[in-house]
């Protein structure tokens, strides 16, 4: 017996549709790299997703092939997310930060057909086109030739009807950033991605309505953005676009145009803070700030929670579309001490309707949800990874459970933390140390800029702690004054046996602490008390 209700399949291009009737007239702003700006709204990036569509059909583009782009946030990198998946093809962003070597294997093994990108990546275009084997056209989003992305529009009439089919087909392809090995992709779903979308607008995570003005700073060519196209679009929200992250460019759009809500990476902010250190100039009306990435340090919190900001951290990864869970205040916030809601504050937030989260220990038992007990963390869920793009076999176990590759502590009321990478995880003397926390207590210090902790070989106790830092500029901090600092932040046997100076320190192409690399640049490095 089937229910009494209608039936329409969960695709993406229904968010579009619906932001275009109901919300037409919300604008979604640009500036572009070379400072112009542009404007739009949710009708016109309609209205061209179509034309983009019936140009995309006209070049030979059927249901399910790979269009790429590799470009920055702004308007016609949205247009070609909707038009690309509206005629049943598969958006791939492409990643400008990964190596040459990255975009070659990623671009070859999905079989993109066509590259849109922007004008400030033809070196890359340049150097790597004549290894793209399957890219039959190449299309410059800001180029005013006939070349151009708007060229292309404007020889279609926009009369077209979306591509319908079942709501399993793919629509997404991301890659991984690929710290070890080459780059995995991640092929998502239209009823994936539809039903992340409406998780995500909840005030429990994003807090979206068509009253929110959004700047997205993490950017579209990362794991989708962290799904705020597609839930902007539901929301009917204003988008703020800058193709660059200058911070005095972020300040002035976040007043000018009256940003409520921001999101992206940790580092965003310590730009930011020192643009405020040294203009005076702060965003005036910002209501949330969702952090993501990497674990923001407790002193970024309070600060941004001192300008009457609402913190919110988000976990997650490509294979979960991203969205694992959302910091969002608990019932009895109001009467938390400041003290106590910078804790809660600092973990990575709650479980969202749709996923489960779990810890396992090294021998697969399921560990208590008693904020003590620290495992590996697994996540099943409607918009998480089941298997990655071509593999042989299955990412999961026979429960649907996928392993994150975090260390975690679930506590009573839901909440998650992140201890640790499970490879970055130190381990001595038997008992585990997080690197996470470490770095975080360290960046709490004045005169510490960053810093990365990695094990390093101790003959009695396995591993023990090396805290590489990276000082602020005009800064003489000392070793003996930051382990004074970290003494009060985390148990003592925690203390790095040495810190050590450094100019600067790796990154993934996503921002993140490159510890392979350190842990093979030090791999060698004796401790003086070993």
């Known amino acids: 017996m089937l229910g009494g209700m209608q039936d329409f399949e969960l695709r993406v291009p229904r968010l579009l549709d619906h932001a275009e009737r109901e919300h037409g007239g919300r604008e979604i702003v640009s500036v572009w790299a070379d400072g112009s700006e542009t404007r739009t709204s949710w009708s016109g990036i309609a209205r061209d997703a179509r034309k983009l569509a019936q140009a995309l059909e006209k070049m030979g583009c059927k249901p399910g092939d790979r269009i790429a782009t590799l470009g920055m946030n702004h308007s016609r990198h949205l247009v070609a997310w909707y038009g690309a998946i509206g005629m049943g093809g598969v958006i791939h962003t492409l990643n400008p930060r990964l190596f040459d070597e990255q975009l070659v294997y990623i671009a070859n093994h999905a079989e993109d057909r066509v590259l849109f990108y922007d004008r400030a990546f033809q070196p890359i275009v340049d150097r790597l086109k004549a290894e793209w084997t399957s890219i039959e056209h190449y299309i410059v989003f800001d180029s005013d030739g006939p070349d151009g992305f708007e060229a292309l529009i404007a020889r279609e009439d926009g009369n077209y009807a979306w591509v319908e089919g079942p709501e399993r087909d793919p629509c997404m392809l991301c890659y991984t950033s690929g710290t070890t090995g080459n780059p995995k992709g991640v092929l998502y779903q239209h009823r994936s991605t539809l039903i992340h979308a409406m998780a995500e607008v909840a005030p429990a995570v994003f807090n979206l309505s068509s009253r929110a ?108 579309s991203p969205i694992g869970t959302a910091g969002a205040p608990p019932p009895h916030w109001d009467e938390m001490s400041l003290s106590d809601q910078l804790d809660h504050v600092s973990k990575q937030g709650q479980i969202p309707f749709g996923v489960e989260l779990r810890i396992i220990d090294d021998n697969g038992v399921v560990l208590p949800r008693d904020g003590v007990s620290s495992g590996r963390l697994q996540i099943r869920g409607p918009w998480v990874i089941k298997r990655y793009f071509r593999a042989d076999s299955d990412a999961v176990d026979a429960d649907n459970w996928f392993d994150t590759g975090d260390v975690a502590v679930l506590h009573p009321d839901g909440t998650m933390q992140i201890t640790d990478r499970a490879k970055d995880v130190i381990k001595s003397g038997g008992e585990w140390i997080s690197s996470v926390e470490l770095e975080n207590a360290a960046l709490g210090c004045p005169g510490v800029g960053e810093a990365a902790a990695i094990g390093i070989y101790h003959p009695k106790w396995d591993e023990r702690p090396l805290l590489l830092v990276v000082r602020k500029p005009g800064s003489t901090v000392t070793p003996a004054e930051i382990t004074a600092h970290l003494s009060s932040h985390v148990a003592k046997w925690w203390l790095p046996d040495e810190i050590h100076f450094v100019d600067d320190l790796p990154h993934t192409a996503t921002g993140k602490l490159l510890k392979t690399e350190l842990r093979a640049r030090f791999k060698d490095y004796k401790l003086a008390a070993a």
């Open 213 to 320: 003005v959004v700047l997205p700073v993490v950017p579209m060519f990362h794991a989708a953005a962290w799904g705020l196209p597609f839930a902007g679009a539901l929301a009917g929200a204003k988008f703020v676009y800058s193709a660059v992250n200058d911070p005095a460019v972020l300040c002035r759009l976040m007043n000018e145009e009256k940003v409520t809500h921001s999101a992206g990476v940790p580092t965003v902010w310590l730009s930011m803070f020192q643009h405020m250190d040294a203009t005076g100039e702060q965003p005036r009306h910002l209501q949330q700030v969702t952090i993501g990435g990497a674990a923001a340090p407790r002193a970024m919190i309070e600060r941004i929670m001192g300008m009457g900001v609402t913190v919110k951290h988000l976990w997650g990864m490509t294979e979960t």
